[in-house]
């Protein structure tokens, strides 16, 4: 930790202590309380959904939610979406750097030769209903794989936790895929290897049975770049997870299962859903954008603005900047008119007009265009959240390698306990 000569002091009945502060690289500060129960005997702190507590330093992703800044290792989000491709964000994500040419290719090789997965899990797939959520299955399937691959990775090891990230990352596409071919009816198959990462996972999603598929560079373009976006967003929900899953020395496999699950939630990943479902329910019922925005205010009403707010932004989430652009490109260029565009623009200018959305900061966040561009890719939106954790796996890969080679303890809370007090057992008869 780069500690300050900074400290922050604390007085409880009259007893100061002091507690230094650390500084990170973008000069943000945080006071250490490491010691502090034990030189308080036994005061906590409390923080409910962890809105002021740093449960890590982490080197990987930066964020300034004020500012609306977003960076993987240093490299702004904009230039990545722009110049980088989803294997090359994974590997800076997961590595560090760049790769070079070389290393990027090896890479994909060594994806490549990971990219099948063992025919039983085929049967897996069976036991579940057809009308299964795809996350429900993906989450199963990513914890399945554990035991076709049971030896335990040694953290310690380079070669074989690059062998584990590749094996993951490799097969989660096609167990991707196959979740939602399950539910499509569609024989599960395997892709080709000659194609890139992502276009590849588009021909295992979509390729008929009696027919070719042909790769679309707008469809692939775009789908790449949506994966970037999500690709890292440090400390989140299914991240933290992630980390503290794998923090009791679980293994990655399993944890990323646990991150899925994590992210499936509405105000999570799976707001991308919400989102279509909420412009939807807007068209079908006329329109009228008015209505729903005062259900979102009202306070006796549990309806919120999906895809609008956002924890740690406060102003534009640049990833809500950049999709909204891509989202009216992509629609050019695909030829496709959907009415819920205009709905959500509509929806956007009224909330950054009102004034309890501009009172509580409430911006327009990564979620709320994702799912337009997502549909217009013929993606159903059952499988926006599932499309949210491809593009996230690179991340939870990353922060779970961190957590592990940092050594970092076992993630274990404490609580403020308000239950009852000790009572005397009453017998059955007497209760
Ligand atoms: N619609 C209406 N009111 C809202 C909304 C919304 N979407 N979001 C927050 N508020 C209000 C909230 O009612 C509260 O008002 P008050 O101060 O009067 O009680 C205030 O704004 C602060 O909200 P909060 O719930 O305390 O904020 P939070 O940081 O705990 O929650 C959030 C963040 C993302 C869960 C929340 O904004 C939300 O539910 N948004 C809708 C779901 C959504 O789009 N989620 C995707 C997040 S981005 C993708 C990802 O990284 O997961």
């Keep these: 930790m780069n500690y300050m000569s900074r400290t922050a002091s604390l007085e409880i009945d009259g007893k100061k202590y002091e507690f230094p502060l650390v500084k990170g690289t973008e000069n943000e500060y945080a006071i250490d309380i490491k010691t502090l129960r034990g030189v308080t005997n036994g005061i906590t702190t409390i923080d409910p959904g962890y809105k002021n507590t740093g449960s890590c330093e982490s080197a990987i992703t930066f964020l300034n939610g004020e500012e609306g800044v977003l960076r993987y290792r240093g490299y702004a989000i904009e230039d990545l979406a722009e110049k980088a491709d989803f294997l090359e964000v994974a590997y800076l994500l997961i590595f560090g750097e760049l790769p070079t040419k070389e ?152 944890s990323i299962s646990a991150g899925i699950n994590a992210l499936w939630g509405p105000l999570h990943g799976g707001a991308n859903q919400a989102v279509i479902e909420m412009l939807e329910a807007i068209k079908e019922d006329g329109g009228d954008t008015k209505k729903f925005m005062a259900k979102a205010k009202d306070k006796s009403d549990p309806f919120r603005l999906m895809g609008f707010g956002h924890r740690v932004y406060k102003n534009f989430d640049p990833r809500a900047k950049i999709i909204k652009k891509s989202a009216d490109a992509v629609l050019e260029d695909l030829g496709v008119d959907d009415p819920v565009l205009d709905i959500a623009k509509g929806l956007e200018k009224e909330a950054l007009e009102d004034q309890y959305f501009v009172d509580r900061r409430l911006y327009p966040n990564v979620d709320f265009y994702s799912g337009i561009i997502y549909r217009s890719l013929g993606i159903p939106v059952e499988m926006f959240t599932p499309m949210f954790a491809l593009g996230r796996l690179p991340g939870w890969i990353a922060q779970w390698r961190e957590m592990r080679l940092r050594k970092e303890p076992i993630g274990r809370p404490r609580q403020v306990y308000i239950g009852e007090t000790y009572r005397e057992f009453k017998p059955i008869g007497k209760r």
């Design 103 to 254: 290393e990027l290719e090896k890479f994909h090789t060594d994806i490549k030769a990971q990219s099948h997965v063992d025919e039983d899990v085929k049967k897996i797939i069976d036991g579940f209903p057809k009308s299964a959520h795809p996350m429900g299955v993906l989450s199963s399937l990513t914890s399945a794989l554990v035991a076709f691959n049971p030896s335990s990775v040694n953290v310690d090891s380079e070669e074989e936790m690059y062998n584990a990230i590749c094996r993951i990352l490799g097969k989660f596409p096609v167990l991707t895929a196959w979740a939602y071919r399950k539910r499509a009816g569609l024989p599960l198959d395997y892709g080709d290897d000659s194609l890139g990462y992502v276009d590849n996972f588009l021909k295992m999603m979509f390729k008929k049975p009696s027919g070719e598929y042909t790769s679309n560079k707008v469809i692939v373009d775009a789908l790449d770049k949506l994966l970037i976006l999500h690709a890292d967003h440090e400390q989140n929900c299914s991240t933290s997870t992630v980390r503290i899953v794998g923090s009791s020395q679980a293994g990655l496999f399993v």
